[in-house]
């Protein structure tokens, strides 16, 4: 069972989005809204179904049509996409990066050293601690502060994964630019790099990163890959990532 408390002041309170960092500092002064957006929403992921057509009747066999061939010297990409169950199993926190003190806005950590090249990713969110943590195979790789959704436009809880991703995104809503989207919700809300890391910024919803530790999450990250989002839930090493 995850453990509540109010405010993290140092690493013996875990977060489970911020399993490796300590809280962030605080922030003086009132809210701004960052550069960064999110989209209006969108129904790229839904498919639209192809109308029947009559065929005439012959009793000649059917012949199979050919199948489009790429064009030589290059070899047709399908995103990659990591399959992941109705049901996921409960990950276990196997290593916590090492990290002394508090996180500061732009700062980050990332080591995948002794850490299996394959195995599932996960994504956890303290917005209360303004942290986010890389997982993969239960073992924290990566580490940073963030900016998240202001009072009027929240950043959502709950789990979700990631359905979409581009490296140069422009928010349809706001105009604003998006590096290294990954997309969560239909509505725009994504985790992407931001160019101001601070805090006294905030987001139309997404979740702000900085630009370096955006590309090595991108990197790593798969659509399907499952992000959670919680307001001050703590664990501890060998605590179970469930939801």
């Known amino acids: 069972m995850w453990n509540w408390n109010r405010f993290r002041l140092s690493r013996a309170g875990l977060a489970v989005s911020g399993i490796a960092a300590a809280i962030v500092l605080a922030a003086s002064g009132g809210a701004l809204i960052a550069s960064g957006g999110r989209d209006a929403p969108t129904a ?9 057509l009559a065929q ?3 009793t000649r066999p059917a012949r199979t049509p050919a199948l489009p061939q790429p064009a030589p010297g290059k070899v047709a990409a399908a995103p990659a996409l990591r399959e992941t169950p109705a049901t996921p199993e409960p990950l276990v926190v196997k290593r916590v990066l090492p990290i002394d003190g508090p996180i500061r806005f732009g700062s980050y950590f ?49 789990q ?6 581009k490296v140069h995104h422009i928010s349809n809503l706001y105009g604003a630019p ?14 992407h790099a931001s160019a101001k890391i601070d805090a006294r ?12 530790f955006a590309k090595l999450l991108f ?4 659509l399907g890959d ?5 307001r001050g839930k703590r664990l501890g090493l060998g605590g179970a990532i469930t939801s």
């Open 44 to 52: 790229t992921h839904a498919v639209a179904k192809q109308p029947v």
């Open 56 to 58: 005439p009747v012959s």
């Open 110 to 158: 990332w080591d995948t050293q002794g850490v299996p090249a394959d195995g599932p990713l996960v994504i956890t969110v303290d917005l209360e601690a303004q942290t986010l943590s890389v997982f993969r195979d239960g073992y924290e790789i990566g580490a940073t502060a963030i900016l998240y959704g202001a009072d009027s436009h929240p950043t959502p809880l709950g």
């Open 160 to 165: 979700h994964k990631i359905t979409q991703k």
């Open 178 to 191: 998006m590096p290294y989207m990954m997309r969560l919700t239909n509505d725009g809300v994504a985790i």
């Open 201 to 212: 910024y905030a987001t139309h919803g997404c979740i702000g990163v900085p630009l370096a």
């Open 219 to 222: 990197a790593q990250a798969r």
């Open 226 to 230: 499952r992000v959670i989002i919680t």
